[in-house]
């Protein structure tokens, strides 16, 4: 399995970015896909996670009501649909998959494929 991160940019705060997800190979074998950020000088930071069957969503407490995951499973894609972004927000951001639904979806150990990140700035 391959993961391919985009739509990454420089946005005002207050902003939306959308970013993109799409997954090659043997997609088939995913269950589900977190999405994580790392900023400077900062350990790996859970962000939401996605099954990809029953399209089951769990967000962490610091992006609740401000982010979204979604899938289009015919296209092998999930999003993060990115609103009210702060400076704080700043970060490299990654996908992640998992053959297996892990119940330890917060770890980053957990996850057995990622992408390459896509670098968000937030400007005050």
């Known amino acids: 399995v391959q993961l391919q991160a985009s739509g990454g940019g420089l946005v005002q705060a207050g902003g939306s970015l959308r970013l993109s997800c799409a997954a090659s190979?043997?997609?088939?074998?995913?269950?589900?896909t977190g999405w994580f950020r790392q900023a400077p000088g900062k350990e790996r930071e859970f962000i939401a996670r996605?099954?990809?069957?029953?399209?089951?969503?769990y967000y962490a407490d610091f992006v609740k009501g401000r982010f979204t995951v979604s899938r289009d499973n015919a296209e092998n894609t999930v999003y993060l649909q990115m609103n009210s972004l702060k400076p704080e927000d700043t970060a490299v951001y990654y996908c992640?998959?998992?053959?297996?639904?892990?119940?330890?979806?917060?770890?980053?150990?957990?996850?057995?494929?990622w992408g390459q990140g896509t670098l968000v700035t937030v400007s005050s």
């Open positions: 190979g043997r997609t088939g074998s995913i269950v589900m």
């Open positions: 992640a998959a998992a053959n297996a639904l892990r119940t330890r979806y917060t770890a980053p150990e957990v996850y057995d494929y």
């Open positions: 996605i099954t990809w069957t029953s399209g089951g969503t």
